[in-house]
């Protein structure tokens, strides 16, 4: 097999004695409005060039919209992806959700893991994953199974994400709660009963708007034989990785403790850089806490179970960091509830806490007259009931974005937004590389994208060019990753971005993985170039030019002459023009003049 420009890109090869696992090389097209499913092969060329995933679910979104198309309207589409390797890989299984995000009206890609990916990968079969096009008439689920789906109507319409997943109780389901139905702008799409979520950017609510409640996936996992010594060679390889080690002693639920101490933890709403009672949400109170952990048998354990009035609940670093100390809450009980109203309600708890922050800013302003203010959990637990149900003026509001709610009533540089999605946790004013990281991701402010700041506050300043290099490095990188689709901390055991295995399913990439990553990174900026785009959205926050106002770093700014020189940077190494867009020269090197004819012209 070719490239279209004549260089070898992919060849099947023989694995060993036994047979290969098959590949998945169709997709199901499912259209709600005409209550229609078909079985359609993958292009070849697509899947040499995109493996699956990421990669795959952006060529398929660039060709099916339009520029300008509504997130929330008919031509929307929405794609459950998984990759090549889904369900042979260590570590913990995922899938991609895909489309055009109603909160950034950007390209969007939310992962999530659990027992769904798995169950998806053995039901849709030959299948890579599902694309969903237009509108139900009434409520619907879809019903994933050998190979095929059918559409149903959708009973558990109005229900919480706990109780729509336990009215299947044989199967995975990946659903939508109150927030999705009402289409919340950050609404998330969950899975395992709420403790696994695609949680950013807001899928949830075009699943909403679509009508579409719950994805219901029946059947085995796939088989993996064939692929033993493989898998467990590189499970004991990922073991003994940092990141293994760290996952199996703490997961995600230690990211409090780290930035805490580095001075780079959100703090009552982005004054502070540090959070004086972190240890009562960190590791420790955790630990002192936890019922069990999530996957308990396997040799790289899940997330903490705590327990609540609720039943139990598994707390991520994102939930001590944004609804802990980003709202001044600091007891870990409350936090911990917090966390499961999001779950339950299907509201991504980053952009939710960030919402409760800018009302208490807003008060204190007076661009609001709210009685809420930090360190209060019984109200910012009333006014995420308010969002999710729209039931005020400002729960409405809300339900779209702070930027959205700065427009109705003022205050828009209160909590700091990149192209109108909320930052996580993680304060560039303590590590300036995730300024740019931030700036530079492609759905709105993401620190998984490139999380340079684990290594930058040892390293010390990097300077501009260095600071672009390696978030470039990250994000192309993980844009190989989320197309084959690993886990994200096992991807830290493939120095060969999955080569081997790839070579172990019958596909040989002899064109290079990393520009493979370094294509699709591409691919979301044209998509997200043709949807309006440019430098002035991959900017610099005015909140972030505000000196913090303790902590280590207390006094620290990110520099707007500084921030410029590192995008400026970036875009030269990425082989962008000055205004963000990909060169004539980058777009013939990357193979993708097929993608360009929407432009008029390529400016070098």
Known sequence: MVRENGTSFWSPVPTNDQMAPPIAD???????????????????????????????????????????????????AMLFMLGPLSGYLPGESRYAAITKSPLTGC??????????P?????????????????????????????????????ETWGAGTVDTAQAFPNAAVACIGPAGERQVAYATIASDAGDHHAGRGGAGA?????????????????????LDDLRDAYAAKYRETDTGRWLRASGTVETIDFANEIGAL?????????????????????EDRAVGRERADTETPGGY?????????????????????????????????LGQT?????????????????????NAAGVLDRSLSFGEPDGARALLQEIAERESELGDALADGVEAAATRFGGRDLVPTVKSMELPAYDPRGAQSMALAYATSDRGACHRRARPIEREVFDGDWGADRTAAEVIREQDRRSMLWSLIA???????????????????????????????ERIWNVTRLFNVREGISREDDSLPAALQEPLESGPRAGATVDRDDFDSMLDAYYRRRGWTDDGVPTTQTIDRLDLTALTDDFDTFDD
């Open 266 to 286: 959100s703090t009552r709403g982005w004054s502070d850089g540090q959070f004086e009672s972190a240890a009562e949400l960190g590791i420790t109170a955790v």
């Open 118 to 154: 798995d169950t998806l990968a053995g039901a849709l079969g030959s299948h890579m994953g599902l694309l969903v096009t237009g509108v139900a008439s009434e409520p619907v689920r879809l019903v994933v199974e050998d190979g095929d789906a059918t559409i149903e109507p959708a």
């Open 305 to 337: 179970r705590v327990a609540t009035e609720d039943g139990d609940h598994v707390p991520r670093g994102a939930t001590a960091m944004t609804l802990g100390a980003g709202l001044d809450i600091d007891d870990f009980d409350a936090v911990a509830e």
């Open 487 to 517: 886990d994200d901390f096992f991807g830290d055991a493939l120095d060969d971005l999955g080569r081997e295995w790839l070579e172990s399913v019958g596909l040989d990439p002899a064109g290079g993985l990393a520009t493979t990553g």
């Open 107 to 116: 390209f969007l890609d939310s992962y999530a893991g659990g027992a769904f």
């Open 342 to 362: 999001c779950d339950r309600l299907g509201m991504d708890l980053i952009s939710a806490g960030s919402a409760v922050a800018w009302t208490v800013k807003a």
């Open 206 to 226: 075009v699943m909403g708007s679509k009508r579409l409640k719950a994805v219901v996936a029946r059947g085995a996992p796939p088989d993996a034989d064939g």
């Open 26 to 76: 169709r997709l199901l097209r499912v259209d709600l409005s005409a209550g229609s499913v078909e079985s359609t092969p993958i292009p070849d060329e697509w899947r040499r060039r995109y493996v699956g995933g990421k990669g795959l679910g952006a060529r398929y979104l660039y060709d099916e919209l339009d520029a300008g198309v509504d997130p929330l309207g008919e031509e929307n």
